[in-house]
């Protein structure tokens, strides 16, 4: 296979595919995820597979990952590897083999970095897929590919990010996109060898996270028709507030980059599209003393979420600002102006990566438009049982 951007034996309009091998790599015939196809973001390392990171410049070889070594041996099958945002250093799916294109929108962008992964699940082509996400990078092509993504709380054990070509040690983390709850749970109960049934929802308290002027009209009233839904089950939903964590998750994550292609940022033309080049060159250049700083914010802001769900059993948040832009588009326009995109939505997602609390996004009645459900940290099961029956009540007419 010459050119891993075009891969044959399938046509791929989107540009979703990385690398598909002759046949899929079979999963172990009796075990409990057998008859389940899955895709793989083409950061984890897999024997025999290439490893690219959707980008033209050299990359460090991560190792193979025990996570799809794990999966296989469960009974799942590996279809092949998808594209993603370069060096998954972006929420659009831009990358150095022309980009990944939305499922069914075109001219449209499905979000990245895991965009591959969240395209080859909307079209059917695979049960789940394997994303990763650092700032919302598998929430956010979930929500405008309209299917569901799970990032777990950090250091998941089920979900180890070893073998995974890393972005940012202290905000990586590996997770699925399927096209129901269902199917990450099933995913997730074979990992963890124990079941997360459906929770109800009665009695829940549930705070709303929803800053004003920070999304738009139709994205606000998809929120807001979630939690008429949770009311009408019989929860509890107060508003709250929480503040934008940028100046923590930026530099934190610029400089952990820096470091894991620093070989890389030695030649005098790496291969990086201008946009990654130059934010890897900008973590490059921090200080010691700015990264120690974006650590004490971080523990800041980690305080302040604790607190928030020591008071309530679930926050519920806007997945992205706006339905899906335009490929090319650069800026959005909210409530609070003109607003650049990877702000507008990395504002929305990435406190909840720095932070390590466990997440699942699932579509609302606006095509789309996700929601975040977001649990305590280490609630996982319980998230995805509560996120079952939210799925279902949303479901219903």
């Known amino acids: 296979m010459s050119d891993p951007a075009s891969p044959t034996g399938r046509p791929d309009p989107q540009r979703a595919w990385a690398f598909l091998p002759a046949s899929p790599l079979p999963g172990a015939p009796d075990g409990p995820l057998r008859g389940l196809s899955f895709s793989v973001k083409d950061l984890f390392g897999v024997p025999g597979w290439p490893l690219r990171a959707s980008t033209r410049a050299p990359v460090p070889d991560p190792g193979v990952s025990p996570l799809v070594e794990r999966l296989l041996a469960l009974g799942a099958s590996a279809a092949g590897k998808t594209h993603l945002h370069e060096i998954a250093l972006g929420i659009t799916g831009l990358n150095g083999f022309g980009g990944t294109g939305h499922p069914t929108l075109p001219g449209r962008v499905p979000g990245g970095s895991s965009s591959g992964a969240a395209v080859s699940v909307a079209l059917k082509q695979v049960d789940f897929a394997l994303g990763t996400d650092t700032g919302g990078s598998i929430r956010v092509p979930a929500a405008w590919c309209g299917v569901v993504g799970f ?21 990586d983390h590996a997770g699925p996109l399927a096209r129901d709850v269902a199917t990450v749970t099933r995913v997730h109960e074979a990992l963890t060898g124990h079941a997360a049934p459906p929770v109800p929802l009665d009695g829940l308290r549930v705070g709303l996270w929803c800053p004003a002027g920070w999304v738009t009209d139709d994205v606000r009233a998809a929120l807001l028709d979630v939690t008429d839904t949770l009311r009408r089950a019989g929860a509890t939903v107060d508003p709250v507030e929480f503040p934008e964590v940028l100046d923590a998750y930026s530099p934190i994550v610029l400089s952990e980059a820096a470091q894991v292609h620093r070989a890389a940022l030695r030649l005098d033309d790496p291969g990086f599209l201008p946009f990654t080049l130059a934010s890897l060159r900008q973590g490059a250049a921090l200080t010691g003393a700015e ?23 679930l926050l519920l948040a806007p997945a992205v600002p706006t339905p899906p832009p335009a490929q090319g588009q650069d800026e959005v326009l909210l409530p609070d102006g003109p607003t650049p995109l990877r702000r507008a939505v990395l504002r929305l997602t ?16 606006t095509p789309f438009v996700g929601a975040q459900v977001i649990a305590p940290h280490g609630q996982d099961d319980r998230l995805l049982g509560l996120a079952q029956r939210l799925e279902r009540t949303l479901e219903t007419p």
């Open 350 to 365: 990435a406190p909840f990566s720095l932070l390590g609390a466990p997440v699942v996004t699932l579509p609302t009645r």
């Open 151 to 171: 990032k777990p709380t950090k250091d998941h054990p089920a979900w180890p990010t070893g073998g995974v070509l890393p972005l940012s040690v202290t905000c």
């Open 291 to 313: 990264v120690q700083a974006a650590h004490g914010r971080r523990a800041t802001y980690r305080a302040q979420l604790d607190d928030l769900l020591t008071r309530f059993d």
